[in-house]
C-alpha cells in the first residue's frame, strides 16, 4: 500500500490529510503549525509515503525545509497553475489536502521549484534591499518638497545628496521646519548606510561565476547582475530558452482561437522581479551599446516604445540564459546578429 499527503497550510494552522493508492482518506486532521506535531502525524506511513504536498502560500519556508531535512519527500504545489472542477458544490480545507493528494496519486500535481535553502535567504534579503530604496527614496522626496516649500528653491536629488546637516539651516528660517528636516535627512543617510550593508553582504555571497557572466551584459550592472543571478537560481531547472523568457515575463500571454486574440492568460506567471531587472537592463543597454540601440530603433518604427524594450528585454533573457548554460561571456552579435 502507497500513500500520499497534502497539507493546506494556513497561518497559524495545517490540515492534513493522508491518502492511499486507492483514493481513499486513511488520517486526516487539522494540526497546529508546529513542525514535531504534523511530523508526529505523518511519521507512521514515512516508509510508504510517495509524497507530501504544500501549497505555495507565503509561509512554506519552515514547513518544507523541516520536513525535507526529515527526510521526507516533500513538493510545492503551484497554486496559480491548479485548478479545481468548478462544478464543485462546497469545498473546505479538508477537501483542499485531499485535492492536493489526488493530484500527486495521479501523477499531475503542477509543482513549483524549492529554492536552495541558504541562496533563498540571500535572495530574500536582496528584495529586502528593494524596500529600502523605496524608504530612501520617500524620504529624500520629503527633504527636497521641504526646501522647495520654505525656500521656494528646486534642488535635484543629486544636489540634495551632497548636502551635510548643517547645510540645511541655509533653506529654513524657522527652527522647527529645520527640525523636521533634519530628521527627515538624518533617517534618508541611515536608510543609504542600511543599502550599503545589503548590497556588500549579497554581493559576498552570491555565485561569483554567475555574477561574472551576467555583468558582461551592456546594462547589467552590479545590482542587475545580483537580482538576475538570484532570482534566476539554478539555470538547469528551466529545461529551454523559452522556459526562462516565460519566467521573466519576456513573452506575451495571449489567447488565441482562429486566428483572434480571445484575451489574456495569467500575467501574474513568472518572477516580477527579473522581469523588472531584464526591462531596465534592455533600458540601459539600448542607450550604451550601438548594435542593441540599432535594434531598439528599428522595433520602436513598428512599435510603443514599450513594445520594442520589451523586445530587447527578452533577447536579453535568452543570450543570459545561453550565458549561464555554457559559462561564456556576452556576445552581441550572436545576441543581436
Same mark, same amino acid.
Given at each position: 500500500?502507497?500513500?500520499y ?8 494552522n495545517?490540515?492534513?490529510?493522508? &491518502?492511499? *493508492?486507492q483514493? #481513499? ?22 516508509e510508504?509515503? /510517495? ?14 525545509d ?6 521526507y519527500?516533500v513538493?510545492?504545489?503551484?497554486? +496559480?497553475? !491548479?485548478?479545481q ?10 477537501t ?10 495521479? *501523477?499531475i500535481?503542477?509543482? =513549483? ?11 530574500? $534579503?536582496?528584495? @529586502?534591499?528593494?524596500? $529600502? ?5 520617500a524620504?529624500?522626496?520629503?527633504? /527636497?518638497?521641504?526646501i ?12 540634495? #545628496? ?9 533653506y529654513?528660517? *524657522?527652527?522647527?521646519? +529645520?527640525? %523636521?528636516?533634519?530628521?527627515t ?8 548606510? /542600511? ?17 561574472? &557572466? $551576467?555583468?558582461s551584459v551592456?546594462? !547589467?550592472?552590479? &545590482?542587475?547582475?545580483l537580482?538576475?543571478?538570484?532570482e534566476?537560481?539554478? &539555470?538547469? @531547472?528551466? %529545461? ?5 523568457s ?5 513573452v506575451?500571454?495571449?489567447? !488565441?482561437?482562429n486566428? #483572434?486574440?480571445?484575451?489574456? =492568460? ?18 540601459? %543597454? ?5 548594435? !542593441? ?5 528599428k522595433k ?5 516604445v ?10 536579453l533573457t ?10 561564456? $561571456?556576452?556576445?552581441v552579435?550572436? %545576441?543581436?546578429?
Open positions: 500500500m502507497t500513500f499527503c497534502g497539507i493546506d497550510l494556513h497561518s497559524n495545517s490540515v492534513v490529510s493522508i &491518502i492511499n *493508492n483514493d #481513499k482518506v486513511v488520517k486526516e486532521r487539522r494540526l497546529d503549525n508546529q513542525l514535531d506535531i504534523i511530523d508526529e502525524f505523518i511519521a507512521p506511513y514515512q510508504e509515503l /510517495q509524497g507530501i504536498v504544500i501549497e505555495s502560500t507565503y509561509n512554506w519556508y519552515w514547513l518544507v523541516g520536513l525535507m531535512e526529515r527526510g519527500p513538493h510545492l504545489a503551484n497554486t +496559480l497553475a !491548479i485548478q472542477y468548478n462544478g464543485i458544490k462546497h469545498t473546505n480545507d479538508e483542499d489536502a485531499r485535492f492536493l493528494a489526488h493530484l500527486l496519486r495521479l *501523477n500535481l503542477p509543482t =513549483g521549484f524549492i529554492y536552495p535553502k541558504n541562496m533563498r535567504y540571500v535572495r530574500d $534579503l536582496l528584495r @529586502r534591499r528593494l524596500l $529600502l530604496v523605496k524608504q530612501s527614496t524620504m529624500l522626496l520629503s527633504v /527636497q518638497g521641504a522647495t516649500r520654505h525656500s521656494g528653491l528646486r534642488l535635484t536629488g543629486a544636489k540634495i #545628496k551632497q548636502l551635510t546637516q548643517p547645510d540645511l539651516a541655509n529654513f528660517t *524657522n527652527s522647527s521646519a +529645520l527640525f %523636521a528636516a533634519q530628521q535627512f538624518r533617517s534618508w543617510q541611515h536608510l543609504q548606510s /542600511q543599502i550599503e550593508e545589503v548590497e556588500t553582504f549579497v554581493l559576498s555571497h552570491c555565485d561569483k561565476d554567475a555574477f561574472k &557572466i $551576467l555583468t551592456p546594462g !547589467i550592472g552590479k &545590482i542587475l547582475g537580482t538576475i543571478s538570484l534566476t537560481g539554478p &539555470i538547469e @531547472r528551466f %529545461a529551454q530558452v523559452g522556459n526562462y516565460s519566467y521573466a515575463r519576456c506575451p500571454s495571449l489567447k !488565441i482561437s486566428g #483572434k486574440s480571445k484575451g489574456q =492568460g495569467n500575467v501574474k506567471n513568472g518572477n516580477r522581479y527579473l522581469s523588472m531587472a531584464f526591462v531596465e537592463s534592455a533600458h540601459y %543597454a539600448a542607450i550604451w551599446e550601438p548594435t !542593441i540601440k540599432k535594434y531598439y530603433r520602436c518604427k513598428h512599435a510603443p514599450m513594445v520594442a524594450k520589451k523586445a530587447v528585454a527578452n533577447k535568452r543570450a543570459c540564459y545561453h550565458m549561464l548554460k555554457e559559462k561564456t $561571456l556576452f556576445d552579435t550572436r %545576441a543581436f546578429g
